[in-house]
Nanobody, 123 residues
Framework: QLQLVESGGGLVQPGGSLRLSCAAS????????VGWFRQAPGKDRERISC????????YYADSVKGRFTISRDNAKNTVYLQMNSLKSEDAAIYYC????????????????WGQGTQATVSS
């Protein structure tokens, strides 16, 4: 059973940055594609990024493209999401999720989920 724990959330001003981490345990993360999702109050869950098991494919939603960067360090069993130029609309709970090998656009296709980490963007 793969377990995922997000960290790195916090309070930042608009234009600031956060680096989120998704740390895995129980199984080697290198077999899994990892997606980042977020959910803000009153809004649907949104897939914002994903990285394939090999790291050779990445996906970014239009809402974050050019501002967020996903990466992975399989030796540390960790996936990162660097979030720059943050906007108020980026405030949400951020979740990482994993599935075997390939990214999917559907949250239901991800088998393992973390507990979430809160990012607050406010002046």
């Amino acid at each position: 059973q793969l377990q995922l724990v997000e960290s790195g959330g916090g309070l930042v001003q608009p234009g600031g940055s956060l680096r989120l981490s998704c740390a895995a345990s129980g199984l080697p993360l290198h077999y899994y594609a990892v997606g980042w999702f977020r959910q803000a109050p009153g809004k649907d869950r949104e897939r914002i990024s994903c990285i394939s098991a090999s790291g050779g494919y990445t996906y970014y939603a239009d809402s974050v493209k050019g501002r967020f960067t996903i990466s992975r360090d399989n030796a540390k069993n960790t996936v990162y999401l660097q979030m720059n130029s943050l906007k108020s609309e980026d405030a949400a709970i951020y979740y990482c999720a994993a599935r075997r090998v390939a990214c999917s656009s559907l949250g239901s296709e991800y088998n393992y989920w973390g507990q979430g980490t809160q990012a607050t963007v406010s002046s």
